[in-house]
């Protein structure tokens, strides 16, 4: 019996055999069939015949050129004979009509004309541009019979005279049409055979021996257990040869492979059963793990929902609050002493909250710097409010944490939100409580923050607002009014656009109310950018109608942080017609102090633009005189806070001479807004500031400039 690998070799020699068989034993079809079936032989074959032809067509162009000049030479030379023995037979007589018209009818001439001693002699078509006869032919134009006008100038046999005439070429086209045919079926029966030749020895020496390395991979690929049954020997001294010994190679690597594999199975089987010991043990940590925080030890969100949910289902809810703390400005206290010191502080905090907790599930730490704690009148002192537990609580936490041998004060905002009263669940008590907290650190004075309904409608309220926002966003609720601006002898200088909203229900909201909200949401971007679209719009029909003056538009912090808001600006000018120079730009220093390094790079565009820069309500923000330095600006404006007292309040006197003197000293001119008193006009113009602004002299209407004389005149 011979060995396993012996026949299963003898069997794949055999079915190569049968591939490796004469074209005459296999039929056409499947032998073009295995041919069509190989992308690479397709690609051969179809690279060859073009190239035959590519090569064909080479040689036929210049052929077909010269076939031409041919066929057209051949009538020239015609001609030229028939003219040469005419003029030989009529040397010594005259030249007739009739005999013209004779030799065009023994000749491809259809048109003649001989001229001699300033006597010329036509006969037949009128020739127009005539053309060298010993030139190139196939350049002379032709008419749209297919006839050329040639000139036998230079002929010595016809120097005696200037010979023209129209010779008939018209069957040329066919006979080259006849060509091209002869030529490209011949090229077609030339490529055909050259392709067929090709197809066969690409059978021969690569079809077929690539087809058989194919199958002997596919069945080893098959039976990758058993790779030395595919073993063969190398039969060619090519680069098959070559393939099929590596493949070879190949196969013995694999079977040692194989032999190793199986060994390092047994190991890996022993180790995974090890392992998965460790991972269930390390699962039953994790599960323990997510549960509770990593740096304070306390309970997760999670957690302390689910307890809290677990204490009020016992019926454990009367006269308990759930309490948010939230540590103020944590994030400069990472910053300046390091997140290192940072989670010494936040887990000092979160000992001494869980000493107010009897409960280890009822205190958690809720994410970054934010504390949860359940709050009842019960513990170490039972008789104890629920107010001056928190009080107690928010007092243990402001105490100084000592870390590393320095002390760190904290100062704490809390939110509560009452059970039965804010909620029943855990899930709403816990975010009543939050945004208590945030309402606390937004408070100048109160750091505690009961929930209570009426907040919860200032919240409902809130929500409700900034959705009639984006409608009025959409449908266009919002209207401009103009309040100008005048200087010391009350001429108009510019006007400020404000923006109103007429809420089609509620009617018009204050603009401290949605101008904030929308800074908030962020839907301040779409309002600005439709507020600077009208204000150019209406500086527009004011410039045409003759104003001189300027458009003060106010600009937001995000507005100013937006990298692309200069560019727009910048096409809105380029779009209308409008001078950079007549729109002035109002910040607060509160917008630019956000962030100063965006904000300096949008001044700076706006510097290039020539755009006028105001400070506005200056003195109530971060004022820094180096910053100011630094902008382009060219107009300070005198918050309305200020100007309220003057003439009699001192303080608000010297405020107003110092801004103006410091404004003045940095080329910058001076603008109080708020002016309604002729004493105050009067105090300021004498205190030389340059504009004033206020209901004194005017007040915001949606007309302004010539708009509102035509409004008064209509």
Same mark, same amino acid.
């Given at each position: 019996?011979?060995? *396993? ?12 055999? &049968? ?31 073009? &190239? ?34 005419? !003029? ?18 023994? +000749?491809?001439? *259809? ?21 060298? &006869? ?28 200037? @010979?023209?005439?129209?010779?008939? @070429?018209?069957? @040329?086209?066919?006979?080259?049409? &006849? ?28 079809? +077929? ?54 060994? !390092? ?13 460790? !991972? ?43 309490l948010v703390l939230g540590v103020n400005d944590f994030q400069t206290l990472n910053g300046l002493a390091g997140h290192e010191t940072g989670d010494r502080v936040l887990q000092e905090i979160a000992r001494r909250i869980a000493g107010f907790s009897i409960d280890h599930g009822h205190v958690a730490r809720l994410g970054g710097d934010v504390f949860g704690l359940l709050v009842g009148e019960v513990g170490r002192i039972p008789a104890e409010s629920i107010e001056a537990r928190i009080s107690a609580i928010i007092e243990a936490c402001e105490r100084p944490v000592q870390v590393g041998g320095k002390s760190y004060e904290c100062e704490v905002s809390a939110g509560v939100a009452v059970t039965q009263l804010d909620g029943q669940d855990a899930r709403t008590l816990l975010s009543h409580a939050e945004i208590a907290m945030h309402r606390a650190k937004k408070s100048p004075s109160q750091r505690v923050q009961f929930f209570a309904s009426e907040f919860g409608e200032q919240v409902l309220h809130r929500q409700e607002m900034i959705r009639s926002l984006k409608v009025a966003i959409q449908n266009q609720q919002f209207q401009l009014y103009y309040q100008p601006q005048f200087d010391r002898l009350r001429r108009c200088t510019g006007y400020e656009a404000l923006l109103r909203w007429h809420h089609p229900v509620l ?23 439709? @507020? ?20 003060? *538009? ?15 600006? +910048? ?41 006028? !820069? ?101």
């Amino acid at each position: 019996m011979k060995p *396993v690998v012996g026949l299963e070799a003898e069997m794949i020699s055999e079915d190569m055999a &049968a591939e490796n068989q004469p074209l005459s034993r296999r039929s056409f079809h499947e032998w073009a069939r295995q041919l069509s079936d190989c992308r690479l032989c397709r690609n051969l074959t179809m690279a060859a015949f073009v &190239a035959i032809l590519a090569i064909e067509v080479a040689i036929l162009i210049p052929s077909y050129r010269n076939y031409e000049e041919d066929l057209l030479s051949v009538r020239v030379d015609v001609a030229s004979q028939a003219l040469i023995t005419f !003029l030989k037979h009529t040397r010594s007589r005259e030249i007739n009509p009739a005999a013209l018209e004779a030799l065009i009818a023994s +000749s491809p001439l *259809v048109g003649v004309s001989l001229q001699r001693d300033g006597t010329r002699y036509e006969a037949g078509e009128t020739i127009e541009s005539p053309h060298p &006869a010993d030139g190139v032919l196939r350049d002379a134009s032709r008419t749209a019979q297919g006839m050329i006008d040639l000139s036998w100038s230079s002929d010595p046999a016809l120097s005696d005279y200037e @010979v023209l005439g129209r010779v008939d @070429v018209s069957d @040329v086209p066919s006979e080259l049409v &006849a060509f091209v045919f002869r030529i490209l079926g011949l090229s077609l029966l030339i490529a055909v055979f050259v392709t067929a030749v090709a197809m066969f020895v690409v059978d021969r020496m690569m079809l +077929s021996p690539l087809l058989r390395l194919r199958e002997r991979i596919s069945r080893a690929g098959d039976d990758a257990e058993h790779p030395l049954k595919y073993l063969m020997p190398t039969g060619r001294r090519d680069e098959f040869g070559e393939v099929e010994g590596v493949f070879n190679s190949m196969l013995k690597q694999n079977a040692s492979y194989l032999a190793k594999l199986k060994l !390092l199975n047994r190991e890996l089987d022993q180790l995974l059963d090890q392992r998965t010991q460790t !991972l269930r043990r390390t699962e039953q940590e994790l599960e323990i793990r997510t549960l509770y925080d990593q740096l304070t030890g306390l309970a997760n969100r999670s957690l302390f929902e689910e307890q809290l949910d677990r204490h009020f289902g016992q019926g454990h809810a009367d006269k308990e609050a759930v309490l948010v703390l939230g540590v103020n400005d944590f994030q400069t206290l990472n910053g300046l002493a390091g997140h290192e010191t940072g989670d010494r502080v936040l887990q000092e905090i979160a000992r001494r909250i869980a000493g107010f907790s009897i409960d280890h599930g009822h205190v958690a730490r809720l994410g970054g710097d934010v504390f949860g704690l359940l709050v009842g009148e019960v513990g170490r002192i039972p008789a104890e409010s629920i107010e001056a537990r928190i009080s107690a609580i928010i007092e243990a936490c402001e105490r100084p944490v000592q870390v590393g041998g320095k002390s760190y004060e904290c100062e704490v905002s809390a939110g509560v939100a009452v059970t039965q009263l804010d909620g029943q669940d855990a899930r709403t008590l816990l975010s009543h409580a939050e945004i208590a907290m945030h309402r606390a650190k937004k408070s100048p004075s109160q750091r505690v923050q009961f929930f209570a309904s009426e907040f919860g409608e200032q919240v409902l309220h809130r929500q409700e607002m900034i959705r009639s926002l984006k409608v009025a966003i959409q449908n266009q609720q919002f209207q401009l009014y103009y309040q100008p601006q005048f200087d010391r002898l009350r001429r108009c200088t510019g006007y400020e656009a404000l923006l109103r909203w007429h809420h089609p229900v509620l009617g018009a909201v204050s603009p401290a109310e949605f101008i904030q909200l929308a800074e908030e949401t962020g839907l301040i971007v779409r309002i600005g950018d439709w @507020v600077l679209e009208q204000a150019v719009i209406t500086l527009k029909r004011w410039v045409d109608q003759g104003f001189m003056g300027r458009i003060a *538009v106010n600009v937001s912090a995000m507005q100013l942080h937006d990298e692309g808001f200069a560019d727009r600006i +910048s096409d809105l000018l380029r779009r209308y017609g409008v001078t950079a120079l007549q729109l002035e730009l109002e910040i607060t220093e509160t917008a630019l102090m956000d962030d100063v390094e965006r904000a300096m790079a949008t001044l700076s565009r706006f510097r290039e633009l020539d755009l006028a !820069l105001a400070v506005d309500d200056f003195g109530t923000g971060y004022s820094s005189l180096a910053y100011l330095k630094a902008l382009p600006v060219s107009r300070i404006k005198i918050d309305r806070t200020f100007v309220t007292g003057l003439p009699d309040n001192e303080q608000d006197e010297a405020l107003c001479k110092t801004i103006i003197t410091m404004a003045h000293a940095l080329g910058c001119e001076v603008i109080a807004e708020g002016v309604e008193t002729e004493a105050q006009a009067g105090w300021l113009a004498l205190a030389g500031c340059d504009e004033l602004q206020g209901f004194l002299l005017g007040k915001p209407g949606p007309h302004g400039f010539r708009d509102k004389a035509d409004s008064d005149n209509g």
